[in-house]
Structures are given as structure tokens and as C-alpha cells.
């Protein structure tokens, strides 16, 4: 049909009309191979739409979505913008193993950015910021068991709950406030003391006398970030679709107001509509095509400490709430991540930030510390995309044909199926499960 119009438009001479027609049938663009732009693919091509990943790197998965906490919590839904939150940034300039932490040097580059996220931590913005988070949250965790099940995806995923852990000295009087309001979207929770604790975790038990308490979320899973983006890449291929590694989207190419392509390093690829999931990169690559997001990276760390099959390990993960950290079981591995330092785009490990995860996973489990020291795990260093409110960008731009799916903080994990299939469905005009309103890209 194409060939026939095509032919019909080069006798009438008119080329303009010739390279429209063309253009229409041409595939959508998705920069960058991370969880959320893989999903996105995923989810257009079950839309039947054709799609074309783009991939700075030479593999996929390779940004912040490599060696994340693991964690899929809708249980944690809370943006960083609590009410005080600046207290604790403010102090942090002067205390290196502050969990967050704010570099003087940084600080230039955040001023709008901050100005906003300080705007939005009042009690009534953080409050509506918490539950549109928990309602993506959820049904994107509801997704991504359905894709896991249907799709037979294998990346150590289970549905295994999560342990909030309160050791002597900490609080669980924030979280189950949280909690008692999100149980009215849905959200299960059981309150349990230290016995209870050991009795869901027996790998607790050394620890048992300094345990206050927890709260058990069981609808809470596990996974491994890098692995699900192997393996949704892999179906993304046997479906039709294409991904193009070691291939850098230098510009979002316009005319006459909307979408036209993408300029790679040395190529022009035509695109009807291209979808900027870049995580931190999405930032320049949108402002470039007159787009503003705000969002900053916020570096976190993670260790990975391979048992190699010679120890049982925890069943669940554990969000350590006196060092700000997880520990979350993958297969025979065990991952600790955590940590938040605004340190601009520098991506180097500060053995200072790391040494507290080693620390932390000594002080949980003791006895598997004996086994293989945490110190001699893996480090790892990624830059979680943070919005000023909390939020994702999810949806179309100001630009016809330019979407946007990015700015999924410390929870693009937790996120990433139900973000995508919103967009999928605002991309393809069908309606959508939830209410796009509070992740517009247009807010
Ligand atoms: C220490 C740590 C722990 C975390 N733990 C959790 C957790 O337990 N649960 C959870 O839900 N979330 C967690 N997160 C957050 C989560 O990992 C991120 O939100 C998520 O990985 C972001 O995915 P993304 O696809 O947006 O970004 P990325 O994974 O960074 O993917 C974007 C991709 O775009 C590519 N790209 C960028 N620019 C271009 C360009 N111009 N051309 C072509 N390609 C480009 C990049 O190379 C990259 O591969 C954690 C993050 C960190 C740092």
C-alpha cells in the first residue's frame, strides 16, 4: 500500500506529501534500554505497534536499572519530600555517612530543582504524591507478576513480601502513619515484635534481642533489575521488535513542530513518534527539543555478594530502617543497596558510602558475614532519575509525536510495567487503568 501511494505521490511531484506519507507509516523511536524504556517497548509492541530501542551502551540494562535494590514496593511508595525533609539534606553537608547526602559542589545545579522538590513537601502535596504513587505502584506490581507469568520471564522474580525492620533505636511511628493511610488504596500490612519477626525470618534470630519490631507488606516481590531487562529484551526481539545497542541518540530531530526523527551519531532515523525513557539522560535530551523535566540524579550504591550455593539465605528482603538500607535475596546472592548522595553526574564509588552496606549486612546476618565477608561483594554505583514531586513523566509532550517516560527515583523498578502500559495506552488513545493526571509530563 505504501508502495502504491508512494508511487502515486513521486507522479504527482510532490515530495512534501511523499516523505508525510512515508513518515506515517514509520515505527516509534523509545531511547534508552533500561527497565522503563524495555517495558515501554514491551508493552506498545503488545499494542501492535513497531517499535525501535535505542541504547547508548553496548548492552541493555546497563544504566541505573543494572544493580538496583531489587525491590518491588509499592509498600515504599513515599517520595523523598517528606515534610522536614531539608533538615536532614541541610545536615547531611557536614556528615559523611549521612544516608542522604547533599555535595556543596552540587548545589548549583540544583537550585530549580530543589527550589521545586521544597515546594512540594508540604503535608497536602506530599500526602496526594504518596497515594498516586502507591496506585501506580500496585498495579504495576500486578503487572509485572502477569508479564513474569504469562511471558515465563526469568530473572530470580517472586512474590516473596518485604520486612520493614525497626532495630533498638528506631521509629516505625512514620511508616505505620503511612501505612494506616495507604491500607485505604489497598495496601496489606501486619505489625510484628521481634518474635514475630523470627518467626517469618528465622535467619533473624541471631539478632533477635535488638530487634523493636517490623511491618511485614506481603504483597511486596523481588528481582533482579538486570536480568528482567535481559529477558524482556529478549522477548521484545521475538516479537518483531528491534534494539539497537552501542547507538547514541544525540538530538530529537523537529519539523514544523513535531517529531521527525532521531539523529544518532552518524545517522538520521525517521520516527512518527519517539519516546524519551533515558532515565538521567532524558533531562538534556528533552531540553534540547524545547522540553523541560525536573528531575536530578541522586546517586545510590549497591553490593552484591555472591554465596555460590553453599549457604541457605534469607527468603525475604529487609529494609533496615537504622541504616537506610536493603537486603534483598536473588537466587544465591544477596544484594545491600541504599544509600542517596546529590553529587551531580559524578558516577565514582567513595569507598565511605559503600563501607555502611558492608557494615549493615554484619549487622543483620552475622553468621552469613562469617561465611563471605560483604566487603569482598560486588560494588556498584548508579543514578536514580528523582523528580522535584515525587513523581514520574508519563505522556505526551508539548511537541506532537515526543513522549516522555522517565524520572522514576528510587522506584523505577517498582514502577516500570504500569508506567509503561499508561503510556502504551495514552500513546495508542485507549483508556487507560489509571488516571494519568498526576504523572502528565505536561504538570
Ligand atoms: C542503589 C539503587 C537502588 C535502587 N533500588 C531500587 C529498588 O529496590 N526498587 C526500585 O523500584 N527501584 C530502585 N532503584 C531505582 C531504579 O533502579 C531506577 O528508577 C530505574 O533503574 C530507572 O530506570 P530507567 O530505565 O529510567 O533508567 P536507566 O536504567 O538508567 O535506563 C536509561 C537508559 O538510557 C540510556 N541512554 C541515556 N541517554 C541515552 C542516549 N542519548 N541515547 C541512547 N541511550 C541513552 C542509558 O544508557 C540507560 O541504559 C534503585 C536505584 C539505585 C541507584
Known sequence: MLRARRERVAQNGDNGQLERAVHKQEQTVIIGAGLIGLATAHALLERGERV????????????????????LTPSMAEPWNAPGAWRHFAASM????????????????????????????TPARYRSATQASFRLARESVRLTRSWRERLNLSY??????????????????????????????????????????????????????????????????????????HALGRSIISRGGQISTNVHASRI??????????????????????????????????????VRISVAPAKGYSLTVDFGGHSALPALPVSDRIRHVVATPLGQRMRIAGTAEFAGWDLSMRPERISPLAAAFRELYPRLARKVDPAQGLAWAGLRPVSADGLPFIGPTRVEG??????????????????????????????????????SALR
Not at 557536614?94 to 513537601?121: I, N
Open 156 to 229: 530470580d522474580g517472586r512474590a516473596s513480601g518485604c520486612l520493614s525492620l525497626f532495630r533498638t533505636g528506631s521509629s516505625m511511628h512514620e511508616q505505620l502513619a503511612t501505612s494506616r493511610q495507604l491500607q485505604a488504596l489497598g495496601l496489606r500490612f501486619t505489625r510484628l515484635d521481634s518474635a514475630g519477626v523470627v518467626a517469618i525470618e528465622p535467619m533473624l534470630a541471631d539478632i533477635a534481642r535488638d530487634i523493636d519490631g517490623a511491618i511485614y507488606f506481603p504483597d511486596d516481590e523481588i528481582g533482579d533489575a538486570h536480568a528482567l531487562c
Open 94 to 121: 557536614t556528615d559523611a555517612a549521612a544516608p542522604m547526602k547533599l555535595r556543596g559542589l552540587a548545589l548549583p545545579g540544583l537550585v530549580r530543582w530543589g527550589f521545586r522538590f521544597l515546594c512540594h513537601s
Open 253 to 290: 530531530s523537529l519539523r514544523e513542530g513535531r517529531v521527525w526523527g532521531v539523529e544518532t551519531d552518524g545517522e538520521h532515523l525517521p520516527a512518527a513518534r519517539v519516546i524519551v525513557a533515558a532515565g538521567v539522560g532524558s533531562v538534556q535530551l528533552l531540553q534540547d527539543a524545547g
Open 402 to 439: 515526543l513522549y516522555v517516560n522517565a524520572g522514576h527515583g528510587a522506584l523505577g523498578f517498582t514502577l516500570a510495567a504500569g508506567s509503561a502500559v499508561l503510556l502504551a495506552d495514552l500513546l495508542k488513545g485507549a483508556p487507560t487503568a489509571l488516571n494519568p493526571a498526576p504523572y
Open 52 to 71: 525501535r530501542v535505542l541504547e547508548t551502551l553496548m548492552q541493555v540494562g546497563g544504566g541505573t536499572s543494572y544493580a538496583n535494590g531489587g525491590l
